[in-house]
C-alpha cells in the first residue's frame, strides 16, 4: 500500500495561482501512475490531470487544459499540480491519487487516494 499526501491548497484570487504537491511512502513511487480529482460540493469526483509513471506522457481534463500542469519527481517521490489562472470554478478539494497497474480514467484494485486539500477560489 502507499501512503499520500497533499499539500499546497489554500485561498486564492481569481486569476491567481497555487501549486498543489502530494508526496507518496510506501511503495516503489515509479510504480505508479498518478493523477488529480477533484470534488466540489454537490458534485462527482473528477479527474483534473494524470501522469504516466515514467512522466513521459500526460492527460487533461478539458477544463483545466493550458491552464494546470501536472509533473513528478521520482527521486522525491511527489507529484505536482501547477495551477494558474484559477477561476471560482475550480473550488473543489483536490486528491491526489496512485495506480498501480492501470491508466486513467481507469483504476484497479491497487488504486490509493490521499485525504485532499481545500481549494477555494474568491471571484
Known amino acids: 500500500q502507499v501512503h499520500l499526501e497533499e499539500s499546497g491548497g489554500g485561498l486564492v484570487q481569481a486569476g491567481g495561482s497555487l501549486r498543489l504537491s502530494c508526496a507518496a511512502s510506501?511503495?516503489?513511487?515509479?510504480?505508479?501512475?498518478m493523477g488529480w480529482f477533484r470534488q466540489a460540493p454537490g458534485k462527482e469526483r473528477e479527474i483534473v490531470a494524470a501522469?504516466?509513471?515514467?512522466?513521459?506522457?500526460?492527460y487533461y481534463s478539458a477544463f483545466v487544459k493550458g491552464r494546470f500542469t501536472i509533473s513528478r519527481d521520482n527521486g522525491k517521490n511527489t507529484v505536482y499540480l501547477q495551477m494558474n489562472n484559477l477561476k471560482p470554478e475550480d473550488t473543489a478539494v483536490y486528491y491526489c491519487n496512485a495506480e498501480m497497474y492501470l491508466w486513467y480514467p481507469t483504476r484497479g484494485p491497487y488504486n490509493y487516494w490521499g485525504q485532499g486539500t481545500q481549494v477555494t477560489v474568491s471571484s
Open positions: 510506501g511503495r516503489v513511487f515509479s510504480n505508479y501512475a
Open positions: 501522469i504516466t509513471r515514467t512522466g513521459s506522457s500526460t
